[in-house]
């Protein structure tokens, strides 16, 4: 994409429906994968997918200088889709990228053709406040939406609390460990496959630490998602969540009740990655989904 700020790239025909790939925070746009995104074309899709700002290829800032808030990452998704001359487009979205769909889904409606939201958290329900509560050891309120499993929180608790690692080699071992993590339990882990797409992440960052802007974006607009504000999407909407979620479980149920006529799809082994094993079940979802005769 011709931007001086958000880094993109298109697949497929022109003339075919368009699918926006949004992935979610602090991730660059390749975690979605190359075989995934070419199941979809081969489908008969026109797919884009783009690094957020401070991630991968897209400009980094100084957050004290620049600062910004979860809104203005909002509307990056806006300016991707008017500089690939789109009006509007089918939003496939993953983890905190589901929200960004779901709140766009709200706020303007006419850009979206369908919705379909993988591994995320009901807008508005407070998934940030659940994680840091869990973090840290406190009591979640009754209401609150169910907290990441133990290993997940080991993790990160971990994390967060050791010197970050320095150095190319120590920061790619960390972000295997944590795609493991993400990984689940339900299917095998190839860590070979793992180090190649770390490899590539960190050596396509212009500003690996840049992403930890993400966080101070949210921060610094707590108010970014309106509460009950759900059963206003229109869009046809699917919501997908692996049987072997880590961070968020439970949570897509909990969106497919608060949109109407959303359709739940569970994927047997899948955790909050999206490995070889399930990308043919996942392509067909979402092909079905975006097909102009779905209804």
């Given amino acids: 994409m011709h931007d001086d700020a958000i880094w993109s790239e298109e697949f497929g025909d022109t003339a075919d429906e368009p699918i926006l790939l949004i992935m979610g925070s602090m991730s660059q746009g390749i975690l979605w994968p190359d075989e995934f995104v070419g ?62 769909g779901q709140l766009i889904a709200v706020e303007r409606p006419e850009r979206v053709r369908t919705l379909t939201v993988i591994g995320s958290s009901p807008l508005g329900g ?32 971990e994390l967060i609390s050791t010197p970050p690692a320095t150095g190319r080699r120590e920061r790619i071992e960390t972000m295997i460990t944590e795609q493991r993590v993400l990984h689940g339990t339900g299917l095998p882990f190839d860590e070979d496959a793992a180090r190649r797409l770390q490899e590539r992440v960190y050596d396509r960052a212009r500003d690996l630490d840049a992403v930890v802007n993400h966080r101070l974006a949210a921060a610094a ?12 999407v229109t869009a046809p909407t699917l919501v997908v969540e692996g049987s072997h979620e880590p961070a968020k479980p439970g949570h897509s149920a909990i969106i497919a009740e608060a949109i109407p006529g959303a359709r739940l799809l569970m994927i047997e082994g899948m955790g909050h990655t999206l490995p070889p094993e399930v990308h043919e079940e996942l392509a067909r979802a979402v092909l079905a989904h975006t097909s102009a005769t779905a209804g």
């Fill in 39 to 100: 199941r979809l074309t081969a489908g008969g899709r026109r797919v884009i997918r783009y690094d957020h700002r401070d991630t991968g290829r897209s400009r980094t800032v100084d957050f004290e200088k620049e600062p910004y808030t979860w809104n203005d990452i909002k509307d990056d998704v806006l300016r991707v889709l008017d500089a690939h001359g789109v009006a509007s487009a089918h939003l496939v979205c993953h983890s905190a990228g589901g929200l960004l």
């Fill in 126 to 157: 407070g998934e940030g406040a659940v994680i840091m509560r869990a973090l840290t050891g406190q009591p979640q309120p009754e209401g609150s939406l169910p907290e990441p499993l133990p290993a997940f929180v080991a993790f990160f608790r």
């Fill in 221 to 232: 607009d707590p108010g970014f998602e309106p509460v009950d504000v759900l059963h206003r």
